[in-house]
């Protein structure tokens, strides 16, 4: 992830599951960064402020009389600033720009009623007075609505009703207090007037400036708010300081504009709202890693039953006291209040209810949830397909990234599996990097459809972590319901279907058959042997042989890799390799193969002539692309072996390549040194094309599937003539792989194929028998 996107409040799912970072920044659930950087980190505009302001103000203690000048040319100064660095702030958040606007037209309502306001005093004109007052009762609600979008914008919306459920709660409890202290004696007290207002209308903004302050103070123990929003708070808590300050020095007979203390609250926070966007606009551009928060229990009704507790006895002392006349507004209050208390209760037992079937980091189904889905769907006698998801490598994305940026790819993922699932089916996070979703009246079809959909969602949608670009990868095993099946029974099936899936490979699906066999404790087995395998001399290299298809002349080799199993025979790759992949031993086999391979090579090209002289083709897995010494082992293998680097082609799948964060980068270093670089069984896997226009890549190799359509016809040369152009137009060579029959040499050489390996030309040899093969094809005519 970037770093600004580092300082986003990103809600991933219900209460107590927040990642905190910076107030009002970025879009959340975004893959990078939706808005440019803020400027480099200035503190020379911020001092040049504070400087003005308490120069101002340091005058207006040494001249008097200069005082409500001062007052009314900072309060303006800083308006003006606050509004123009409010509305910068607003265009580097963006997508989440409102809070931000709606502080920058509060501000532009203050200057007015500053301008207002002082020109009635000076005037005596009615209409000023009416237009200071009404900017800055509107000053008050912009500002308000401004923290307070600020404090539930990335909020879920059931997190979101439960804090407006509490603003709701303070507001009540405030009113009550403003009406028993201030309002009540006013209208008791006083006949009514337009000064009404005023008098009525500033206590009622104070109250609004309490339950924004209340709403940002009450969510504080679940949410890490960055400085700015700090900021932004504190200067409400100014503003309703200078307020009573302000009120007080009336009270106390002195003129309010020339009362020391009085300008220097208001100056004060005037300045401290002007701070808040400034901190925005000019903040350091430093990394943070994303947080958790969880708050006590008890902590979160706190609050608001304190303010319930406190109007309680406030009433109960107004019937101590026979005062009965405040008892209207105390009554409305108090049921408002109540109603509001009852509703977030409500909001909490839904919020406990919703926390056994719903999965808190993701916001999807539970295992819970997920087993009353299928088993409602059972009953209902439907049919019904669950679809297994293991996400690959999540293990070594936290621990290289940590557990903070392994629950962005969960969240992440989550999103894009919900986007991809069609409305009526259940999508469920089972724990860990398990996800599950359950199809309803779904035929085997239906589900495959699914599952392609998801895969390719997965593999578009990369996450940025830091400066890095993750892929997901995927396996997902599919099964579908029989009559008489259970929850159970479906489960245990999908399960076996993703154990098969990821053995063929990550980033792929299969469904279930009645003939899959669940081999895991085999596969445990197996792993331990592979251990001492290469030690015991079980493992050895067989080559096939990759020819010219103009003469049929062997050009190259391809390493592959077999063992010789003491009980079981021979097994193919496609039996250890998976295995191998999984406990990492495939980084110290891989290497060993390199080398062999490499060793032989200097014999092959013994047997070849000088005019064509041969390479090796050796593969790459995706664990060992993402070792850090891949590139160093390799070169000095290199080396060891005294093989120049322009005849060794590593061979890697389209899935390594999507990695940006080591694969590319480690091919790119190893072509560097001339070694060529090939993408394996292309086109069966899920890369976007336009990853060939900017990756190291030199050979593009056909998979066998495309070569076995090859029929004589249109049609079935469709995929491969497209692999073959586009190879051209990017300037790279083509292999076809699987060649069996004259035919398909035939066409692929009429398509322009440069070269083909297959049980057509040899099935793989021993290294003795490729060099007799190749003595041979040297003294052929």
């Given amino acids: 992830m970037s770093r600004d996107a580092d300082r986003t409040l990103v809600d991933l799912g219900p209460p ?27 503190v020379w505009p911020m001092v040049t402020v504070v400087v003005l302001v308490a120069a101002g103000q340091t005058t207006s203690v040494l001249a008097p009389h200069t005082r409500p000048l001062i007052l009314a040319a900072s309060v303006l100064l800083l308006d003006v600033l606050g509004f123009i660095y409010s509305r910068k702030a607003a265009r580097l958040a963006v997508a989440k720009a409102t809070p931000w606007r709606l502080v920058a037209f509060g501000r532009a309502a203050s200057g007015i009623a500053n301008v207002g306001l002082t020109a009635a ?118 503003y309703l300081v200078s307020d009573m300050t302000w009120a007080t020095a009336g009270v106390n007979g002195e003129q309010a504009a020339t009362s020391l203390f009085a300008t220097v609250s208001v100056v004060t926070a005037c300045l401290v709202l002007t701070l808040a966007p400034m901190l925005v606009v000019h903040r350091p551009s430093r990394p943070s890693r994303p947080r958790r928060s969880t708050p006590p229990a008890w902590a979160e009704h706190l609050s608001t039953t304190a303010m319930a507790v406190a109007c309680t006895l406030m009433m109960t002392v107004a019937v101590i006291e026979h005062q009965m006349r405040p008892w209207g507004g105390l009554v409305g209050g108090l049921i408002v209040m109540t109603g509001a208390v009852a509703a977030r209760q409500m909001m909490s037992l839904r919020e406990s209810r919703n926390l056994l079937v719903h999965d808190p980091l993701t916001g999807l189904a539970s295992r819970t949830g997920l ?167 079980e493992l050895h290299v067989l080559y096939q042989p990759l020819v010219d298809l103009s003469d049929e002349y062997p050009t190259a080799a391809e390493a592959l890799i077999r063992w010789q199993h003491p009980t079981k025979g021979l097994l193919s790759p496609t039996q250890f390799i998976p295995i191998a992949e999984r406990s990492g031993a495939i980084t110290r086999i891989g290497l060993w193969v390199l080398e062999q391979a490499l060793q032989q090579l200097q014999i092959f090209q013994s047997h070849a002539p000088a005019s064509r002289p041969m390479h090796v083709s050796v593969n790459l897995s995706p664990r060992q692309l993402q070792e850090p010494t891949i590139v160093h082992d ?28 080591s694969g590319i980068a480690a091919l790119r270093a190893l072509r560097e040194h001339g070694i060529r670089i090939a993408i394996d069984d292309f086109g069966t896997g899920y890369s976007s094309l336009q990853y060939l226009t900017r990756l190291p890549v030199d050979i593009l190799k056909i998979d066998r599937s495309f070569v076995a359509e090859l029929n004589g016809t249109p049609e079935g040369a469709s995929v491969t003539e497209a692999i073959i152009r586009l190879a051209q137009v990017l300037h790279l060579s083509t292999v076809a792989e699987g060649i069996e029959t004259p035919q398909q040499a035939t066409e692929l050489k009429q398509l322009g194929c440069d070269t083909g390996q297959g049980y057509l030309f040899a099935k793989p040899l021993a290294a003795t028998e490729l060099t007799k093969m190749l003595t041979k094809a040297h003294t052929r005519p």
């Fill in 371 to 537: 087993e009353w889905a299928v088993d409602r769907a059972l009953k209902r006698a439907r049919p019904v397909a669950l679809l297994l998801i293991d996400v690959d490598g999540f293990k070594l994305i936290n621990d290289a990234y940590g557990h903070g940026a392994g629950d962005i790819v969960l969240t992440e993922f989550a999103h894009h599996l919900r986007s991809a699932v069609r409305a009526g089916h259940t999508p469920a996070r089972l724990g860990g990097d398990e996800f599950a979703v359950v199809l309803t009246d779904s035929t085997v079809e239906n589900a495959t459809t699914a599952a392609r959909r998801i895969v390719s969602a997965a593999a578009a949608n990369p996450v940025r972590l830091d400066n890095d670009l993750v892929p997901i990868r995927i396996s997902i095993g599919i099964a579908v319901a029989q009559p008489g099946d259970t929850a159970d029974t479906l489960m245990r099936r999908a399960d076996v279907a993703v154990y098969h899936s990821k053995r063929a490979g990550t980033h792929a699906y299969t469904v279930y058959d009645p003939t899959m066999v669940d081999r895991r404790g085999e596969d445990a087995a197996l792993s331990g042997s592979l251990d001492g395998a290469l030690d015991r001399g």
């Fill in 16 to 42: 107590r599951i927040v990642v905190g970072v910076e107030l009002m920044g970025v879009e959340p659930g975004t893959a990078g960064p939706v808005v440019p950087a803020g400027s480099p980190h200035r």
């Fill in 121 to 238: 005093a000076l005037s005596g004109v009615t209409g000023w007075w009416w237009i200071g007052t009404l900017a800055q009762l509107s000053m008050y609600v912009l500002l308000a609505s401004g923290v307070l979008l600020a404090a539930t914008q990335y909020l879920r919306d059931p997190i979101r009703r439960a804090v407006l459920a509490e603003a709701v709660t303070v507001l009540a409890a405030g009113f009550m207090l403003i009406w028993y202290f201030v309002l009540e004696p006013i209208v008791n007290n006083q006949r009514p007037s337009y000064v009404w207002t005023s008098t009525i209308g500033i206590p009622l903004g104070d109250l609004l400036l309490i339950a924004a302050v209340a709403t940002v103070l009450l969510r504080n123990a679940e949410i890490r708010f960055g400085v700015p929003a700090i900021v932004l708070t504190a200067g409400l808590v100014c």
């Fill in 634 to 661: 390799v070169l000095a293998i290199l080396e060891r072996t005294g093989t120049d680097p322009r005849h060794l082609v590593l061979e890697v799948t389209e899935s390594a390549l999507v990695d940006e964060t």
